[in-house]
């Protein structure tokens, strides 16, 4: 069916934006607003050059996720150095976001500026989609799993106790920050060809609100909770149109109530492996024999 | 070099408003050390507010920005008691604290634009006509923009400076802490401070709202003060007043002499200059995470 | 006389008008074992921050290795061979035991990044190399049946413990002990001192010693030399015996307890 090809399509490049911004905000602990300006970065840039410079499809795709992810290093290089507070990082993410849009807006000549970018042929399909999904996940398992995600996380929970330990801050800030911009910029190129359009107006606020909140809801330190916020967030507001104004009063809302209540989110801290199955038969084990296992085992 | 003259004069209007905002924000942070992201909501709150006084109630214009301070000032009250002050209480992670105000900033947001919607509204004309002054001329209602913006921000200075209150308030900004167990009220100073919040949203959004329109996105500038006050020094009150009329002017330049399109990027750029040679800004606060 | 690993020359700290750290000397050999003692506010955690690079001297020079490091970023100390534990315990709490360790392994990781994309031997490798290590650091401070807790579970000794083994994860050459003891009673101490001097013994470290448990200093600096600093001011310097009776030092400092706690 058409209309389920199409929840999952837009439900499937949610997934990998978010995963960007669980990288960036979920483990490296690193706020950020600004992820619309870098779907919109990797959209442009992927239609463009596919039109215009006729770069094969995932060449482009590709390419628009380095494009993104290289403008992301602007800001990241000068609000990450000095040890500056979070703030400098959210406020320059922000700004360039809207900057970006207005720049688009203004743009005229093949991006068409506020009337679009008309022309870009939908070759995104849900082959495609399952399949970039896949692999964003994939890569951004093995990321975290490895040194340098342990060291986001260690960098999100105590900087300086971190760098004592060695751990290069702005490196490891920075590295984060591509990886992420890089797969917004890549979500964003899959959006542009699969509606055969872009307009400024696609990535407002309310699209870094969407990706804030897949990851508020989905949990912190997690890739699971954040790919099923994120799909879900997709697929409740199509199938429920009313939601659909509603929507961002109720995640503001429940943003709130969240970080008062349950700051973590719904899977925060699980991890993609099957230590849980692992935790239970032990739990089970300990209910039922004589051995003294010492609390929750959990490996990363 | 009249043009030049006259691009100065608006420039200096412009930053006067957004130095109530960038004030604000800086006033927040050098206290609390957090971006209060609801502060868009505030503004847009206060521009509405105004716009109903006056074209729904029919209230003369300072009646009005007096409505306006009182609805704005108990929202943003509200938020710091609702959605700030319980996680400062359990010293959340500033991610934490970030995420909670961005939330109630949407909320709010889309609140009104879902009640209101999301039409352009004017304001009926307060008053209209330009001084001139040597070939120099300003909007009267920029110039009284201006002006009031500078009597705001004078009263708010000797408020911070001569008042036993306002010391309460610059000793919290240093070291809250202390300032607590010296005997200063920790919950009457977020009152205060947020009360002022509110005045300077207020204030700011029924100007801003005056100047340009109404709509649920006008405070997006907050966003510009925000850089404006990092330009000058975050959680430097002067610095922030510094920053806001530098950018004013430069802004304005932009627009006047290369094109009004780049404005947001020049200003941006400006911020990654700064934050690259002077990451503590114009006046040298000091920025880093606390060790 | 060997160069000595670290060296302190004249150095003085400022925050704004106040001098935290006044025209202090001081030097450590290869592998001496020495401590730094004072009343609070004395400046010693200063000193610490100091060579670890998280705040810089208003005058004077930093030696360490013959070289100076006055400036250097506390990361790239930490892989010249300073580490450190903290007064406040800096664990990670979220993590657990086997991770806190692991990150002292980890914080220069051992491949590039497109590597942690995918796995390639070389990842795989140091991966194993890590666990192996992090396996043998428990097994100096007894923490392997708490591998995978936790870290803010543990009870607070076990804590102190874990700090103890994720800085000797970076294999340093200095290591900092910050007020290892705080907080322990009698035999916590006495557990503590034989960690530490095992440590010393096998890994042959160069170890400064904050502490304010004077049984644990003058125990384990047996040999060795304390400095005694007080208001930012080295006061005194030398064997336990001798300081113990240095009338500057009683007065600003040791006073009442002499009896239980001089060395016989």
């Given amino acids: 069916m058409g209309y389920i090809n199409t929840i999952i399509i837009l439900g499937g490049i949610s997934v990998v934006a978010a995963l960007g911004v669980a990288i960036l905000t979920g483990y490296t602990g690193l706020f950020t607003f600004g992820h619309s300006g870098f779907m919109a970065l990797g959209a442009y840039m992927a239609a463009f050059s596919y039109m215009q410079w006729h770069i094969p499809f995932g060449i482009a795709l590709l390419l628009g996720g380095i494009f993104a992810g290289a403008c992301s290093l602007i800001i990241g290089y000068p609000t990450f150095r000095s040890n500056l507070t979070g703030d400098y990082f959210a406020i320059a993410t922000y700004g360039f976001a809207e900057a970006i849009r207005l720049i688009l807006n203004n743009l005229y000549g093949v991006t068409g500026g506020a009337y679009g970018f008309t022309g870009i042929p939908s070759l995104t399909n849900l082959p495609i989609t399952l399949v970039v999904v896949a692999i964003a996940l994939f890569g951004a398992h093995r990321f975290v799993t490895s040194q340098y995600g342990k060291n986001c996380v260690a960098v999100s929970q105590d900087a300086v106790a971190a760098q004592m330990m060695g751990v290069n801050i702005l490196k490891t800030k920075l590295i984060s920050l591509f990886i992420s911009a890089f797969y917004a910029g890549v979500a964003g190129a899959l959006f542009g060809f699969y509606m055969a359009y872009l307009s400024p107006s696609m990535f407002t606020l309310s699209r870094s609100s969407d990706l804030l909140a897949a990851v508020v809801f989905g949990g912190m330190q997690s890739l699971i909770g954040p790919v099923l916020a994120a799909f879900i967030l997709v697929a409740v507001p199509e199938l429920l149109r009313f939601f659909t104004e509603w929507r961002l009063i109720v995640y503001g809302a429940l943003f709130v109530i969240t970080m008062i209540f349950r700051p973590q989110g719904l899977l925060g801290y699980t991890e993609m492996n099957f230590a849980f199955l692992r935790n239970w038969y032990q739990k089970l084990l300990k209910k039922t024999g004589p051995e003294a296992l010492a609390g929750t085992p959990r490996e990363g | ?291 | 006389m060997t160069d000595p690993i670290l060296a302190l020359k004249d150095v003085t700290v400022l925050f704004g008008g106040v001098r935290a750290v006044s025209n202090v000397n001081l030097s450590l050999q290869k592998g001496e074992l020495i401590g730094l003692i004072g009343p609070n506010g004395a400046g010693k955690t200063t000193i610490f921050n100091l060579i670890t690079g998280s705040v810089r001297p208003a005058s004077g020079e930093i030696l360490y290795k013959g070289g100076p490091i006055a400036g250097k970023s506390p990361d790239r100390l930490c892989h010249l061979g300073i580490s450190r534990t903290f007064q406040n315990i800096r664990l990670f709490p979220q993590m657990s035991v086997f991770e806190n360790i692991a990150l002292g392994l980890h914080s220069q990781p051992g491949y590039s990044v497109l590597e942690a994309f995918v796995r390639t031997p070389r990842a795989s490798r140091a991966e194993k190399a890590v666990k192996n290590r992090v396996d043998e650091l428990l097994a100096v401070v007894s923490l392997q049946p708490y591998i995978h807790q936790r870290a803010g579970n543990l009870p607070y000794g076990l804590q102190r413990r874990l700090e103890l083994a994720r800085a000797m994860a970076t294999s340093p050459d200095l290591l900092l002990l910050d007020e290892p003891a705080a907080g322990m009673n009698e035999d916590e101490c006495a557990e503590l001192v034989e960690m530490v001097n095992r440590i010393h013994m096998e890994m042959r470290y160069s170890i400064i010693l904050i502490e304010h448990h004077m049984n644990v200093v003058m125990e384990l600096c047996r040999n060795s030399r304390i400095y005694v600093l007080n208001l930012g001011e080295v006061l005194a310097c030398g064997l336990p015996g001798e300081i113990q009776n240095d009338p500057r030092v009683l007065a600003a400092y040791l006073g009442v307890r002499k009896s239980r706690n001089a060395v016989q």
């Fill in chain 2, 1 to 291: 070099m009249t043009l030049f003259l006259q691009q100065v004069v608006s420039g200096i209007s412009i930053g006067a408003v957004y130095s109530l905002l960038a004030v604000g924000y800086a006033l927040v942070y050098s206290v609390y050390n957090f971006t209060n992201w609801a502060f868009d909501a505030f503004m847009v709150t206060g521009a509405f507010a105004g716009f109903f006084a006056i074209s729904v109630f029919h209230l003369p214009f300072w009646a009005a920005v007096a409505f306006s301070i009182g609805m704005t000032v108990a929202l943003s009250v509200l938020i710091e008691t609702g959605a700030y002050r319980p996680l400062r209480m359990r010293n959340a992670p500033r991610l934490f604290m970030m995420i909670s105000a961005m939330g109630a900033n949407i909320a709010i947001i889309n609140t009104i634009n879902l009640v209101f919607g999301g039409a352009f509204r004017e304001f009926p004309e307060i008053t209209a006509g330009t001084f001139t002054v040597g070939g120099v001329s300003i909007g009267k209602m920029d110039l009284i923009a201006g002006i009031f913006s500078f009597v705001v921000l004078g009263l708010l200075w000797f408020f911070l400076q001569r008042t036993k209150a306002g010391l309460g308030i610059r000793a919290s900004s240093l070291d809250m802490v202390t300032a607590g167990i010296m005997g200063i009220n920790n919950n009457t100073v977020a009152f205060m401070i947020f009360g002022i919040t509110g005045i300077l949203s207020a204030v700011s959004g029924i100007f801003y709202g005056v100047k340009y329109a109404v709509f649920p996105a006008l405070g997006v500038v907050t966003t510009k003060a925000m850089i404006a006050s990092i330009i000058g020094g975050l959680g430097s009150l002067p610095g922030a007043v510094v920053g806001s009329l530098l950018l004013g002017i430069l802004e304005t330049l932009i627009s006047g002499y290369v094109s009004s399109v780049y404005r947001d990027l020049f200003s941006f750029t400006v911020l990654i200059i700064i934050l690259l040679f002077l990451p503590n800004g114009l006046m040298g606060a000091r920025n880093e995470e606390k060790l």
